[in-house]
């Protein structure tokens, strides 16, 4: 690899840097505000991150490299990792003390949006701490967005093509500009977090809740402003619209710019977002008819409990209205399902996705009716669309990659001395960046900080490998992608 490229791939991530050293003046001014002295944490970052990051620009700007599959792949990587450290110094200088590795943890959990975290006592934290936690996940959820629309096709490990199979249409572009396509997007990720805000507040949360759980919702995140998550909220008004904001954010973008620019109805019938939809009802009503018969729990708060929960590990945001693994063995059995799945392509969302799981679908299917009649001629579909031979092999290999990582991580967690089911449920819920996993330790009620430095270190990397779809990652430990 020539050193242009390596020099391009540092100025793009030292200017991202850059941009969210600015960010940190943002909860400064909110703690300053209210006489916190946790600003002089967010100013003395803010000093430091810019400085190092404009002096890294500095050097290295010039000439870009041509954009090639070398340097978006590590473009990727380097911004992961570089907002994942500079968003973990304001945590470690916090009054909060904790360790490089916890804050560490806490800043991955953000960027990726994973939502699992290290933080008790949130009801009392600054407020400007609890604002940096959700304006990381927010400011990742942009990140997200664009890496699943835009790079990732393009390097071909993960998602449709924006132009192509996500706007269920082979030929038209969602806009004729990319430019309007890209104002278009964030108008309508800032115009949902508005009125999710909006609509918190009018229900009962206080401003300072409503925006954090407002960008939290849309980026799918799932950081809390309480310890208890949204079960600090016991209005059935707040739990459906924070359902329904989930669900929404688990679209894939693509297909809202049609419909909300353009009006085009028949981008719903995308096939994903049947497959999506039909997933959150199924599950919903499955585990509200368990707890209306195991539990004689009334079958609308059952069902409002169900599908809150459903749809927060669905989408991999990771919010909990209470704690599910007390609901019995069915409900916590499919939970644990729910956290593979995901939501859309081109979503915030994490997991393997609902676009995958249409063409698995459609793979077997039609490998099946090949055995029956093997002459025949039987083409994997995505809806009308036929899916070419290079993304059926895409999915798969990424398929047998996220199990295999899965249970990689799960050995190296238990071999940190966690039991199996932590170290399991662990393993899937920072690979799927849901956030909750399964027990008593890194369940719905707890949280990781009981967890030693290893264990986190490694559910740091499951984390970063799985928002980056694990084969963007990989591809850096071949020897040959570093050979000219």
Known sequence: MNGQTIRSAVFIASMAGLYLSAAMLIPAGLDFYFGNPDWQVFAISAFVVGSICLASAAANRGVMAPFSKRLGFLVVNL???????????????????????????????????????????????????????????????????????????????????????????????????????????FAIYIGLTVACTVLYSLLGMSQLDALNHAMTTIATGGFSTHDASFGAFQSPALIWTATFFMAVAGLPFSVMILFAVRGRLDALRDPQILAYAGILLVLSITIALSLRLGQGEGFGMALTHAAFNVVSIVTTTGFASSDYTLWGPLPVALFFMATFLGGCSGSTAGGIKAYRLVIIASSVRSGLLRLIYPNSVRPVRYGNIVVEPDMQRTVFLFVCAYFGVWALGSVALAATGLDIETAISGSITALANVGPGIGPVIGPAGNFASLGDPAKMILAFLMLLGRLEILAVLVLLVPGFWLD
Do not use: C, H
Request: negative net charge; hydrophobic residues 55%.
């Open 79 to 185: 911004l992961w990792l570089t907002l994942s450290i500079t968003g973990a110094i304001p945590f470690y200088l916090s009054s909060l003390g904790l360790d490089m590795a916890d804050a560490l943890f806490e800043s991955v959990s953000a960027v990726t949006t994973t939502g699992a975290t290290v933080i008790s006592g949130l009801d009392n934290a600054p407020p400007g701490l609890l604002l940096w936690r959700s304006l990381l996940q927010w400011m990742g959820g942009i990140g997200i967005v664009a890496l699943g629309l835009l790079v990732l096709p393009f390097l071909k490990v993960g998602g449709f093509s924006v132009f192509r199979m996500e706007s269920s249409d082979t030929a038209e572009k969602p806009l004729a500009r990319f430019a309007a396509f890209i104002q278009a997007f």
